[in-house]
């Protein structure tokens, strides 16, 4: 693919934190309108290289590119309405689905209509007589679906997703990764999902990136689940490392 299909580029991208080195000299493109399964033991970086992506935290060295512009030219508030991030355990602010669904558009002044926060909640699997439910009483599953529904108001163009379905049961698991695919599909957005599920990397994935020890150590298509040459990956997908 050219780079004019580039959703993000990370231009040899290193992360210090006092005497340790986080990320290291990673380079590779993230392609407009793909999921890219990002992959790794614990502790390899992945978290972290998806909160560069949204400005969360900036790199020590390198340059990321978002939609031909470097991510150092957003107003921090334009880019994580452009790049918006999902994360493991939901967290829903105190009050009803409605209100969470509004924080968005609040943090940009304005009102949302009840039309809108219905046809959100429809996109992602529920129905209207949640607008008034009470978020924390919610289960794992659909605080998980109003979570994603929160992040798509601000209509981004690339969604972060960070182990969203690690603790939810098979049939929730399922039902989200069926979302996501329609709004990969539907809407055109770019989504990058960081799991430790293989399987689910391998069913979801258009692209696969592993990372090891802050070091992006390959990256393709999924067919690197057959055909990688690094021995340390193989091992990994083995369930050997």
């Known amino acids: ?12 991208i290193s992360l210090e934190r006092g005497e340790t080195l986080i990320l290291k000299g990673i380079t590779d493109t993230i392609y407009k309108g793909k ?5 790794g033991p614990s502790g390899a970086g992945k978290t972290t290289l998806l909160k ?11 340059e990321i590119i978002v939609d031909q512009h470097p991510i150092t030219e957003f107003e921090p508030t334009t880019l994580r309405r452009q790049v918006g991030i999902v994360l493991q355990n939901a967290p829903m602010i105190r009050g009803s689905v409605f209100d ?7 943090l940009q002044r304005s009102n949302l209509h009840t039309e809108e926060a219905i046809s959100m909640l429809n996109n992602v699997g ?17 605080k998980q679906k109003v979570a994603i529904a929160r992040t798509l108001m601000n209509r981004p163009k690339i969604l972060l997703l960070d182990e969203i379905t690690s603790a939810l049961d098979p049939v929730s698991k399922g039902e989200i990764e069926q979302l ?8 055109g957005v770019t989504i990058i999902w960081i799991t430790h599920n293989l399987q689910q990397a391998k ?18 298509d999924k067919s690197i ?3 990688t040459k690094n021995s340390k990956v193989q091992q990994f997908f083995e369930g050997k490392f």
């Open 203 to 220: 069913d979801i994935g258009d692209f696969i990136w592993v990372m090891m020890k802050g070091q992006l150590v390959e990256s393709g």
């Open 225 to 227: 689940f057959e055909h």
């Open 35 to 39: 999921i890219t399964a990002l992959v």
């Open 1 to 12: 693919m050219s780079k004019n299909g580039a959703a993000i580029q990370f231009q040899d």
């Open 180 to 187: 996501i695919r329609k709004i990969n599909k539907e809407y």
């Open 126 to 142: 529920l129905d209207e007589s949640f607008l008034t439910r009470d978020a924390y009483e919610l289960s794992g599953g659909q």
């Open 100 to 106: 969470n669904l509004a924080l968005p558009i609040k």
């Open 52 to 62: 560069l992506c949204n400005g969360l935290i900036s790199p020590t060295n390198g």
